[in-house]
């Protein structure tokens, strides 16, 4: 098949045709046709405006929504600053805390109260005796205990056998600790009896 110069002049033709005509028909399928017959566009906005209660009418002016005229409407600007937008207590940028859970009422203890824990046992005594104190000028107080045939001389500060530590040595008395026991104990200056 040939395409001569008539075919090629009818083939412009057409494609200026189209260029024109679809322009148009999407303009008349948007805005409605010269018939005055309304779009299926804007068959909805209708419905919309003119299903409005009688409540909504009053609370502005009416607004087209095909409008396309650019100018600031003040009196649509002026209706929204009037309504009052009121809201709850809750603050929306906070995470809301759960509340607190309730105090379950306290029943009365029916059970007996358990025994009282028994007593600490005694700590067991220092078996350091007095024996004697020297007291030289210029020297720390000395005193001499006993435990048993042992004899120890001790000043202030002294362990006695691992496990008695002299923490104070008095004209009346002799403060002893009892290391493993954390057991501190007074030891009277008084001669031993025969």
Do not use: W
Request: proline share 13%.
């Amino acid at each position: 098949m040939k395409i001569g110069a008539e075919d090629k002049k009818k083939v412009i033709l057409m494609a200026v045709l189209l260029v024109v005509a679809v322009p148009l028909a999407i303009h008349s399928f948007n805005f409605g046709g010269s018939s005055g017959t309304p779009s299926a566009a804007s068959v909805p906005a209708a419905t919309a405006t003119t299903s409005s209660t009688p409540a909504q009418k009053k609370a502005g002016p009416k607004i087209r929504e095909n409008s396309l005229d650019p100018t600031l409407r003040t009196d649509i600007l002026a209706a929204s600053q009037k309504i009052d937008y009121a809201g709850g207590t809750r603050n929306i940028f906070k995470v809301a805390e759960a509340p607190p859970p309730p105090i379950p009422k306290a029943m009365a203890d029916v059970r007996t109260p358990p025994p009282p824990p028994p007593p600490e046992p005694p700590k067991p005594q220092i078996p350091l005796v007095f024996y004697g104190f020297t007291n030289r000028p210029g020297e720390p107080k000395q005193a001499f205990l006993k435990d048993g045939d042992n004899i120890f001389v001790a000043v202030e500060g002294m362990v006695i056998e691992r496990r008695y530590k002299v923490v104070k040595i008095t004209n009346n008395f002799i403060l002893v600790e009892d290391i493993l026991n954390n057991n501190q104990q007074t030891i009277n200056l008084t001669l031993p009896q025969a």
